[in-house]
């Protein structure tokens, strides 16, 4: 099928690059001209495992393009993908501005019918506005819209797995030719008939395929929300116990791993640390609470779920102090600058944050990150950015641990241990082993568990 994507960051990039893996010939359209004349000299604008290869891999088949006409886009396709951003506004509500400006753009430009397909993350109701932008700004073409809601569950780090791996495939529709071109669209990944880029030429893992779920526009945007503001909950759950755990001496792991194994709960997502970040996360929870508090209905369980995570930085800056007594003028090694691992992401990162209240410590922050080191630079200039790990360690006075890469876990840490002024470690992602770092002869405080 012919379909075009609009947006070309984290979600369009993924989405219009395994549309195109699995068959269908896609135009990407941003209105970032530098970013699109990035990714047509065949580089990416982020960092997301496997992505680069299925760019390539597809642009040479000539099933991907690349466009910085969006009318050329709106025209190429038969179904168009909306993946552009919704930022939270003051008051906790998501900007919709892109989505009506992409409303505009494709009733005025389209010239045959066109399912319309939301993937951005918006609240319930908005397909419906959608519907009536469509109406309203196409009267005079009379072309045909349908308009469906396809939320997407992608994970940074691991998105591309997970658009070609899904557990669901959630669509939202008002009618059976709507649920009918979308099924056809996903076929093949329902089918598994696709060379998977992640398994070939081995055969996938036999797991069974992913759920089809056909529901209502208003119930699969509610979904989405749904989701992540339980996921952010579970996290913010586990740190609560985490500082309980502290107090009693208990192991926070041992505790959450035991609680993971029921299965009415799972153990992801219940990992204590410096709390959730990431664009999407924080804002779907504060769009969640206000379209909420908009409906008449207090979710206040939310508000504290965001409350606890906040706490998360000034928790570990007292740990920092507990070390060091005074931080002002003092050398401290960050490792970490996105807010996960496998990312460039720093768009509402911990470790930012955590930055942040350093410098407003009076700390000489260093920092590095595998990835992010970049991007950040933009973000908090008055931060040295560090070669190596290595590097930021060297006469530092404290280290935090502040994004859980793999690679940290395997540093030569007696190396870091005789750079160090003082040998002190914040783990605020538990990703190391305390009875081996104290080994070492590290001052080693970690999140949940015994200093």
Not at 209 to 225: F, G, R, Y
Not at 311 to 330: A, P, S
Request: glycine share 8%; hydrophobic share 40%.
């Amino acid at each position: 099928m012919k379909i075009s994507v609009i947006g070309a960051g984290y979600v369009g990039l993924v989405t219009g690059g395994c549309l195109a893996e699995i068959g269908h010939e896609i135009v990407c359209t941003d209105n970032d001209a530098e970013k699109i004349a990035t990714l047509e000299a065949g580089r990416l604008p982020i960092y997301e495992p496997g992505l680069d290869g299925v760019i390539a891999k597809t642009r040479k088949q000539g099933r991907l393009k690349f466009s910085a006409n969006p009318v050329d886009a709106v025209a190429a396709g038969d179904a168009i993908f909306i993946c552009v951003g919704t930022p939270p506004l003051p008051n906790g509500g998501a900007d919709l501005s892109a989505i009506d400006h992409v409303a505009r753009l494709i009733a005025n430009e389209a010239r045959s019918p066109k399912l319309v397909v939301e993937k951005s993350t918006v609240p319930a109701q908005t397909g419906q506005e959608l519907k009536r932008a469509l109406a309203v700004y196409g009267r005079k073409s009379k072309v045909e819209f349908r308009v469906a809601s396809n939320p997407e569950f992608l994970r940074e780090g691991t998105a591309v797995e997970d658009f070609l791996h899904p557990d669901r495939i959630v669509v939202g529709v008002d009618d059976e030719v709507a649920e009918k071109q979308l099924h056809e669209i996903y076929r093949p990944v329902l089918e598994r008939k696709f060379n998977c880029p992640f398994h070939a030429p081995s055969p996938c893992p036999d797991v069974p395929p992913p759920a089809w779920l056909v529901t209502t526009i208003n119930s699969a945007e509610l979904i989405k929300h749904a989701s992540n503001s339980f996921l952010a909950l579970k996290i913010s759950y586990a740190n609560m116990l985490a500082d309980l755990a502290e107090r009693l001496g208990a192991d926070i792991q041992q505790v959450t791993r035991a609680v993971g194994m029921d299965s009415r709960i799972g153990g992801s997502f219940l990992n204590a640390g410096l709390g959730f970040g990431g664009f999407c996360l924080p804002k779907d929870l504060q769009a969640f609470v206000h379209l909420a508090e908009k409906s008449g209905v207090d979710f206040s369980l939310l508000k504290e779920v965001e409350k606890i995570n906040k706490g998360r930085i000034r928790h570990v800056i007292e740990k920092v102090r507990r070390g060091l007594w005074v931080m002002k003028g003092k050398p401290i090694a960050v490792l970490g600058l996105a807010f996960k691992a496998n990312t460039d992401d720093v768009r509402f990162s911990p470790a930012i944050d955590l930055i942040l209240e350093l410098l407003a410590e009076g700390a000489n922050v260093r920092a590095f990150d595998p990835e992010a080191s970049e991007k950040a630079r933009d973000v908090v200039p008055q931060v040295k950015i560090s070669e190596s790990p290595y590097a930021a360690a060297r006469e530092a006075e404290a280290l935090i641990i502040a994004t859980e890469w793999k690679q940290f876990r395997d540093l030569d840490w007696q190396r870091i241990h005789d750079a160090m002024t003082h040998p002190f470690v914040v783990d605020a992602r538990n990703l190391l082993s305390g009875p081996e770092m104290k080994q070492l002869g590290f001052e080693y405080y970690s999140i949940g568990r015994p200093d």
